[in-house]
C-alpha cells in the first residue's frame, strides 16, 4: 500500500511512495506526530539521478525488517533537496560542520523541533569499511534517545546556536575592483591544470561560471592567460567522455582528471550553463568546435530534457538497464569494440574504434569505453563521421533509457532560457529561441501568481507546494533579461523587474547588502540559510545580483544598481581567496566593473535588413554584461529606446556606459567596435 508520498509532485518522492516505509514529506504534520509519539524524526534527503539514494532505497527502505523498526522508533521524513534547497542546505551545513563532509543520500537524526543531534550521509546495510550498517544507527540514535534525552537535546541545541553564530564576512559592501579582479585571476592560474584543463584534481566538475569569469576578463581586459585557460579547458572537456560524442550533452562531473569517465548523471543546469560557455567562447573566438558543441548541447536539452508542458526536465539518471534487467550506471553510453562491430561492420568498427579511443581494455568497467574524441593527427572524412554517429546514436536508441526526472525548476529553467535564447541568436536558429519562449510562458503561467511570487517547481502541469528560494527569481530574472534583449519584447524586461523588486523586498538585509536564500516570509527553519558560494549552480546571491546589475543598466534604477554593487561586496572578499567557488560572482563583477554597456538598437522593424544586421552585431559584441533593447523609434517597450530617433532615416545603434553616450551608429563596423574594447 502506498505511503503519504504517493500524492507528492516530486519524481524523487514518489520514487519512495512504494516503500513499506513510512515517509511523510517535509510538513509541520510530521513533527506534531513525532512530538505526540515522543520519537526522534529521520530526514533523509536526496534526489531522483542520485546513485547512492537509489542505492540506499534499495538495501534498506525497500527492506521490510528495517521499515518496521524506523516505523515503530521513527517519524521518517524524506526530502527531495532539489525541491526544497532550503531545508537541504541547512542540515548539510549542520553535517559538514559536524562530520567534514557531506552528500547525497543525506541522513539527519532531528528532535521534534527539527534540531538535528546525530548525522552521516549513505549507510550500508550491512558493516563495511569501518561503517556502521543502517540498523545499527537506528538502534544506537534510538537508544540515545530512550536512555540519554538530556545529552541528546543538549547536543542538538548547542548545534543549533553554533550555526547561528556562523556569519558571513560582506567584505564592505562595494564592487571589487581591478586589483581583485586581477588576484582572483592569479589564484585560478595556480590551481589550474594545464595539462588537461580545468582546475583541480579528481573528481573534476566543469567549471562553466568560473569559465564565464574567464571570458569576460580577456574580453575586458586583453588577458591572453584568461581565455587560454577558457579555451583549453572547454576543448578537453569537450573531446572528453564528460561529453557525449554521439547525443550532446555534459555528464555531471569526471571521476578523473582526464575527463574520461564520466558521473554519467545529465543535469539540466550543467547543460543550459555549458551551452551558454560554448556559445560565447565562439562568440570570443569563432571556435568551430564551439560552435559544435554550444548547438548540440542546445539540441539536446530540447530533444530530451523539455516537457510536454514546454519546460526542461531537471535531470536524466547515471543508471539504466544493462539489457539483463540489472540497473548499472552507465549502460546507456559505453561501448565494446564487439558491439561497435555488430552496429558498424568490421572496417567502420575498426575506425570507429580509433577515432573514438574505444579500446579492448576498456576506459570505464568490463571491457567497455566511454567514447572521447583522442587529439590525432591527420584529417577524417566528415561524411563518414556523421554517418558513423548517426548509426551508433540509433543502436543507443534502441538500449533501455536512463530515467528522467520530469520536476520543472524555476530556477535551472531560467538559465536555460537563458542558453537557448542566446544560441538560437547567434547561430540563426530560430527554433531555439521559440523553446526558450515557450519555457518563459510556462514560468510565467504556472509558476507566477498574481504577485509575481514564484513557485519552486512543477511538474506535469502542475505547480508545486514550494516557495521559490533566491536563486529561482535571480536565474528567472536572468532568462526573461536575455530573452528581452534577443527578442525586442519589453514584457520579459518588465516581468524581470517583478521578481527583482521581490529580491529587494524579501530577500535583502536593507543595511548591509546581505542576501538570503530564502524570503523574510517564508517557512522558519532552525536557521535562515544564506550562501553566496557558486557551487553547481550560480547561487542565488551571485545570480541575483547579475540580474540587479543587468536590469539596472536597462532601466537606470538606482535601487536596483546600489543592491548589485552591495552583493558584490561578498565577492570583493571571497573572489582573491576562492575563485573557484565564486565564479557567477566574479562575472557579474567584471560587468559592474565594464559599465555595463547599455546598447540600444532604433530601426523600422526588426524584420529590416538594417535592423537586424545591428542587433546582431550588438547581441555578439563580448562586452561583460552588456544589456540590449532593440525598436522602432519612440517604442515603449524598452526605457534604453526613449529620445532616440532614426539617423538620417537608417537604423541607428546608441552606446552608453556611466552615464556617457558615444555618437550614434548606423555602421555595423562602428558598433562592433564600441562593444569590443
Not at 245 to 273: C, T
Request: hydrophobic share 40%; aromatic share 8%; glycine share 10%.
Amino acid at each position: 500500500m502506498p505511503n503519504r508520498l504517493a500524492h507528492e509532485t516530486s519524481p524523487y518522492l514518489l520514487q519512495h511512495a512504494d516503500n513499506p516505509v513510512d515517509w511523510w514529506p517535509w510538513s509541520a504534520e510530521a513533527f506534531e506526530e513525532a512530538r505526540k509519539r515522543n520519537v526522534p524524526v529521520l530526514l533523509s534527503v536526496g534526489y531522483s539521478s542520485c546513485h547512492w539514494c537509489h542505492v540506499m532505497a534499495h538495501e534498506s527502505f525497500e527492506d521490510q525488517q528495517t521499515a518496521e523498526y524506523l516505523n515503530a522508533h521513527f517519524v521518517s521524513v524524506k526530502v527531495d533537496r532539489e525541491e526544497r534547497p532550503d531545508v537541504d542546505a541547512v542540515y548539510m551545513e549542520a553535517v559538514q560542520a559536524a562530520t567534514g563532509q557531506g552528500g547525497w543520500p543525506m541522513t539527519v537524526f532531528l528532535t521534534p523541533d527539527a534540531e538535528p543531534f546525530y548525522f552521516g550521509t549513505y549507510f550500508p546495510p550491512a558493516p563495511r569499511q569501518g561503517m556502521p550498517s543502517f540498523r545499527q544507527v537506528l538502534q544506537g540514535v534510538h537508544q540515545a534517545w530512550e536512555d540519554r534525552r538530556d545529552e541528546v537535546t543538549e547536543v542538538a541545541g548547542k548545534i543549533v546556536r553554533d550555526l547561528a553564530g556562523r556569519e558571513i564576512s560582506y567584505g564592505d559592501a562595494q564592487t571589487p575592483g581591478e586589483q581583485e579582479l586581477a588576484q582572483a585571476l592569479l589564484a585560478l592560474t595556480r590551481e589550474y591544470d594545464p595539462q588537461r584543463g580545468g582546475f583541480g584534481g579528481a573528481p573534476k566538475f566543469p567549471p562553466s561560471m568560473v569559465l564565464e569569469f574567464l571570458l569576460r576578463h580577456h574580453a575586458r581586459t586583453g588577458a591572453e592567460g584568461a581565455l587560454q585557460m577558457a579555451q583549453d579547458t572547454c576543448e578537453r572537456m569537450a573531446r572528453g567522455g564528460i561529453y557525449d560524442q554521439l547525443g550532446g550533452g555534459f555528464a555531471r562531473y569526471s571521476v578523473d582528471r582526464d575527463w574520461i569517465v564520466p558521473h554519467f548523471e545529465k543535469m539540466l543546469y550543467d547543460n543550459a550553463l555549458l551551452c551558454r560557455v560554448y556559445a560565447h567562447l565562439w562568440r570570443a573566438t569563432g571556435s568551430e568546435l564551439a560552435r559544435r558543441v554550444a548547438l548540440e548541447t542546445a539540441d539536446f536539452m530540447v530533444r530530451e530534457l523539455r516537457t510536454a508542458e514546454g519546460g526542461f526536465a531537471s535531470a536524466l539518471d547515471a543508471d539504466s538497464d544493462d539489457g539483463t534487467g540489472k540497473h548499472v550506471e552507465g549502460a546507456y553510453y559505453v561501448w565494446t569494440p564487439e558491439q561497435l562491430r555488430e552496429v558498424l561492420g568490421e572496417q567502420d568498427a575498426e575506425f570507429a574504434v580509433q577515432y573514438f579511443g574505444v579500446t579492448e581494455e576498456g576506459t570505464f568497467e568490463h571491457g567497455q569505453s566511454v567514447l572521447q574524441l583522442p587529439q590525432q593527427d591527420g584529417l577524417f572524412d566528415a561524411d563518414k563521421i556523421a554517418s558513423i554517429r548517426e548509426r551508433l546514436l540509433a543502436a543507443r536508441a534502441g538500449r533501455p533509457a536512463p530515467g528522467r526526472d520530469d520536476k520543472v525548476v524555476a530556477a535551472w529553467n531560467g538559465l536555460a532560457i537563458a542558453a537557448l535564447a542566446e544560441t538560437g541568436a547567434y547561430f540563426d536558429r530560430p527554433d531555439l529561441v521559440e523553446a526558450a519562449l515557450a519555457a518563459a510562458d510556462l514560468l510565467v503561467r504556472l509558476h507566477l501568481d498574481e504577485q509575481a511570487r514564484l513557485t519552486r517547481t512543477s511538474k506535469d502541469g502542475h505547480a508545486g507546494a514550494n516557495a521559490g528560494v533566491l536563486e529561482d527569481y535571480g536565474d528567472v530574472a536572468e532568462g526573461f533579461l536575455a530573452l528581452a534583449s534577443v527578442t525586442g519584447e519589453g514584457v520579459w524586461l518588465e516581468f524581470a523587474g517583478f521578481l527583482l523588486d521581490h529580491v529587494l523586498a524579501r530577500f535583502t538585509d536593507e543595511e548591509s547588502g546581505a542576501m538570503f536564500d530564502t524570503a523574510a516570509d517564508a517557512e522558519r527553519l532552525i536557521r535562515r540559510p544564506q550562501d553566496p558560494t557558486d557551487n553547481a549552480a550560480p547561487s542565488g546571491w551571485s545570480a541575483a545580483a547579475g540580474a540587479l546589475l543587468s536590469y539596472a543598466a536597462h532601466t537606470g534604477s538606482e535601487p536596483h544598481r546600489t543592491a548589485a554593487e552591495k552583493a558584490l561586496g561578498v565577492v570583493k572578499a571571497l573572489g582573491p581567496r576562492v575563485p573557484r567557488f565564486i565564479g557567477w560572482g566574479l562575472a557579474a563583477a567584471e560587468a559592474a566593473l565594464d559599465g555595463p554597456r547599455e546598447v540600444a538598437i532604433v530601426g523600422p522593424s526588426l524584420d529590416h535588413e538594417g535592423t537586424r544586421a545591428l542587433h546582431r552585431t550588438a547581441l555578439l559584441g563580448t562586452a561583460p554584461g552588456a544589456v540590449v533593447a532593440v525598436g522602432a523609434p519612440g517604442s515603449e517597450e524598452f526605457p534604453l529606446l526613449a529620445d532616440r530617433p532614426l539617423v538620417g532615416g537608417e537604423p541607428a545603434a546608441y552606446v552608453c556606459r556611466n552615464f556617457t553616450c558615444d555618437a550614434p551608429t548606423t555602421e555595423v563596423e562602428r558598433l562592433r567596435a564600441a562593444l569590443t574594447n
